[in-house]
């Protein structure tokens, strides 16, 4: 990449905002995703639902993996004017639009609703702040663990 990346205006990406072309601006960068509509993991509802406005959060929240970020290079087209995004769409409209993708109610509901945002790893059945309490237990339970080991070969040496 040794020229100067393009620069295109919000309106020139929101055009790109269908099956046949279909591009997303995520942290600033503009990818044109036309070609990983079919491929995408994630399907292509969600890619569509992600055009006309920035997709930053929608990606981020998914979790993407390293392959992923990876993989995103072979799309990018060039960068975005943050200047030009309205305020309404860089702040993620809580509704996404309808006009373009045709099955919307299925499967893109994980990824367009903040709900999405919610943990993962529910596994406690207690709902006393599972977060921390997890991570103490993570610590505590290796050196409880450690230290009977020491115990025993200790004291079993001197019997
Ligand atoms: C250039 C852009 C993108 C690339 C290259 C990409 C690539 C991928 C890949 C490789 C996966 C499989 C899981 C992983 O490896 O992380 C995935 C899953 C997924 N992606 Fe994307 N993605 C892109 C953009 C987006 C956008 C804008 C959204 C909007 C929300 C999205 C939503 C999802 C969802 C919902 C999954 C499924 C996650 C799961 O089933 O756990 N992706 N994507």
């Given amino acids: 990449m040794a020229s ?7 309106d020139e990406v929101a055009k790109h905002n269908n099956q046949q072309d279909c591009w997303v601006i995520i942290s600033g ?3 044109d995703v036309t070609s990983l509509l ?4 994630g399907g292509d509802e969600v890619l569509l639902l992600a055009t006309e406005r920035d ?4 990606f981020e929240e998914v979790g993407h993996s390293l392959t992923a970020s990876e993989q995103m290079e072979e799309y990018y087209v060039g960068n975005v004017d943050m200047s030009t995004l309205p305020k309404a769409v860089a702040n993620r409209p809580p509704a996404p639009q309808s006009g ?3 099955t919307a109610a299925a ?5 367009a609703e903040p709900k999405a945002a919610a943990p993962t790893t529910t596994t406690t059945s ?3 702040s599972p977060g921390s309490l997890k991570k103490v237990l993570q610590v505590l339970i290796p050196l409880l663990i450690l230290g009977i080991a020491y115990y025993m070969q200790y004291y079993g040496k001197k019997q």
């Fill in 107 to 111: 499967k893109p509901t994980a990824a």
């Fill in 100 to 102: 373009t993708a045709t």
């Fill in 126 to 128: 207690s709902a006393e």
């Fill in 55 to 58: 997709a930053t959060d929608d």
């Fill in 4 to 10: 100067d990346p393009k620069v295109f205006v919000f």
């Fill in 38 to 41: 079919e491929d995408h993991p």
């Fill in 29 to 31: 960068k503009v990818y």
